[in-house]
C-alpha cells in the first residue's frame, strides 16, 4: 500500500497503515491524563501517532508546545473538514500556541488554483466556520505571504536529496518544480513556529489526516537532518549526546558539555566517537535534553528544531459510500448546507441497514458500516451513553434506519442552524486571525 498525499483514495485498514509506515497506535494510556479527554480520543477517530508522549509531557507538566496544521483551499468546507478543527480548538482551550497554514501555495501548484481563488476560499469557507466553531485569536498566515516560511522552505531543502523525495512521493522527470517544492514548504510550515521570532524550540503538534504522513516522515527526517546533536541510546545501551557534524567537534563537545551540566548526570566525554556519555542518564531523561541542546544550538546560529509530532485522524465515509469529497457534493454535507439541502442528502444516504425492514428486525443492522452512524459518532451526538444505546439497538434490530435519519435531521439542522448565525458575526472577525504579510 501506498499513501500518496495528493490522491483521493481511501484508507479503511488503519491498523494495516500504522504497521507498514511504523505510525504508533494511540492507545489511552496517551490521553487518559489530558483535561476532559474529547471524543475524537474516546471513539478513535484520532488512531495513530508520531511522538506524541512529547506532546503529552508537555501539556501535563504545563511547558510551553506549538500546534502547526495546514489546510488546503480546495473546494468547500465538509464535515470531514470538520475532524481537523475540534481538534485545534481542544488543544487551544488546553494551552497550545495555534498556527495554521493556508497551503495556498500547494493548491496553486498540484491542484490548478490561483492564489486569489485558494485565498477567497481559504477565508470565506474555512476561516469563517473555524471561527464559529469557536477557534479563538490564533495565527493564520497564507504561505505565498510569509517569507520566513518560503525562505526556511528553500534552506530546509539543504538536507533533503532527490532520491529521497523521489522514493516518497513518487516524483519523475515530468512533475512540476513548484509541486517538487511543496513538500519543503510544508516543512517550513511545520518547523518555522520553532524560529526564535515564533516562539522558539519547543515540541510542536501537527494534526493531520494519514494521507498526509509521508510529509510528517519527511519533515522529521529534514528537522533531524539540520540537528548538531543526537541524544540516544547507543548500541550498549547507554545514552549518550552525540555531535552530528564532523567539523568543531572540540567545541560543540564543550557545548554539549556546558547543557549537560547542573542536571546531576555524571558525564563521560570520548572525542574519538564525538561523544559525552551519560552512564546514569535514563531514557525519561532524553527529552529535556534535547530541548535544552536544540535551544542552544539556535544560540549558535543553527536551526534546532526538534521533530515534530503527529497524530492521525480517520477519513469521513461519504454519504453515497466512498470518499466524502467536494467534488462531489452529494457525498457531502457542506459547513453552508441549508437544512433542506443536508436533509436531502441525509435522507438519501446509505446505512449499515439490512435489505428489508423485516430483514432488519430479525438480524439488525451493521452501526459499523453505517454512514448515518458515523455521523452520529465523529460529530452529532457527544454522550458516550447516548452512541453506544443506538449502536446496541441498531444491532439488535431495535432500531430502524428511519429512526435513526430523522433524529441526524434533527441534529444536523440544529447544528447548520447555529453555524449560519453565528458565521455573519464570525466574518468580521477575520482580521483577528489572519496575518496578511509575515517574516
Ligand atoms: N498538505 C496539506 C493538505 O494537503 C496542507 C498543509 C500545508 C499542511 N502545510 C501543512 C498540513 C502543514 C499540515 C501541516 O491538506
Ligand atoms: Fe445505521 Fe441506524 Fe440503520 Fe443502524 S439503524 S444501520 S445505525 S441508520
New binding site residues.
Given amino acids: 500500500m501506498e499513501i500518496n498525499?495528493?490522491s483521493s483514495a481511501q484508507y479503511a485498514d488503519y491498523s494495516r497503515l500504522r504497521e507498514q509506515f511504523g505510525i504508533q497506535a494511540l492507545q489511552p494510556d496517551d490521553w487518559e491524563q489530558l483535561p476532559r479527554p474529547p471524543s475524537f480520543f474516546r471513539r478513535g477517530i484520532v488512531f495513530g501517532h508520531r511522538g506524541f508522549g512529547l506532546i503529552r509531557q508537555a501539556i501535563l507538566a504545563g511547558d510551553p508546545w506549538a500546534l502547526?496544521?495546514?489546510?488546503?483551499p480546495s473546494g468547500r468546507m465538509h464535515l470531514g473538514h470538520k475532524m481537523v478543527i475540534d481538534q485545534i480548538i481542544y488543544y487551544q482551550s488546553i494551552g497550545a500556541d495555534v498556527f495554521i497554514?493556508i497551503?495556498d501555495i500547494?493548491a496553486y501548484a498540484t491542484r490548478g488554483y490561483t492564489l486569489e481563488e485558494a485565498e477567497r476560499l481559504a477565508i470565506q469557507e474555512y476561516v469563517t466556520n473555524y471561527i464559529a466553531l469557536g477557534l479563538q485569536p490564533c495565527t493564520i498566515y497564507f504561505?505565498s505571504r510569509h517569507r520566513d516560511v518560503k525562505n526556511l522552505g528553500y534552506l530546509l531543502g539543504k538536507k533533503a536529496n532527490w532520491s529521497e523525495v523521489t522514493a516518497i512521493y513518487g516524483f519523475n522527470g515530468a512533475t512540476n518544480m513548484a509541486h517538487v517544492l511543496?513538500p519543503l514548504?510544508?516543512c517550513g510550515?511545520?518547523l518555522h513556529v520553532q524560529m526564535e521570532k515564533y516562539g522558539g524550540a519547543r515540541p510542536t503538534l501537527?494534526p493531520?489526516g494519514v494521507?498526509?504522513d509521508p510529509?510528517i516522515r519527511f519533515c522529521r527526517g529534514v528537522a533531524a537532518a539540520h540537528r548538531l546533536f543526537n541524544v540516544t541510546v547507543a548500541k550498549d545501551g547507554r545514552i549518550g549526546v552525540f555531535v552530528k557534524p564532523d567539523e568543531d567537534v572540540a567545541r560543540l563537545l564543550d557545548l554539549a558539555a556546558q547543557v549537560i551540566s547542573g542536571r546531576g548526570l555524571t558525564m563521560k566525554r570520548l572525542d574519538r566517537y564525538k561523544a559525552v556519555y551519560l552512564p546514569d542518564a535514563s531514557p525519561e531523561d532524553i527529552p529535556a535534553l534535547d530541548l535544552a541542546l536544540a535551544r542552544e544550538e539556535q544560540e549558535h546560529g543553527a536551526y534546532g528544531f526538534l521533530s515534530p509530532s503527529s497524530t492521525y485522524h480517520r477519513f469521513m465515509t461519504g454519504l453515497t459510500g466512498g470518499k466524502m469529497s467536494s467534488s462531489k457534493p452529494e457525498s457531502a454535507i457542506f459547513l453552508t448546507d441549508t437544512p433542506a439541502e443536508a436533509k436531502k442528502k441525509i435522507m438519501a444516504a446509505k446505512t449499515g441497514g439490512a435489505v428489508s425492514r423485516e430483514e432488519h428486525k430479525k438480524h439488525g443492522g451493521q452501526p459499523e458500516s453505517c454512514v448515518v452512524y458515523e455521523m452520529f459518532l465523529y460529530h452529532l451526538i457527544d454522550s458516550d451513553r447516548e452512541l453506544a444505546d443506538i449502536y446496541r439497538r441498531c444491532r439488535s434490530g431495535e432500531q430502524m434506519c428511519g429512526d435513526c435519519k430523522k433524529m441526524a435531521v434533527c441534529l444536523m439542522e440544529s447544528f447548520l442552524v447555529e453555524m449560519q448565525e453565528k458565521r455573519a458575526a464570525a466574518a468580521e472577525q477575520v482580521g483577528d486571525y489572519v496575518v496578511w504579510d509575515e517574516g
Fill in positions: 498525499p495528493w502547526l496544521t495546514g489546510l488546503m497554514a497551503a500547494e504561505q511543496a514548504i510544508q510550515d511545520i501537527v493531520v494521507d498526509q510529509h
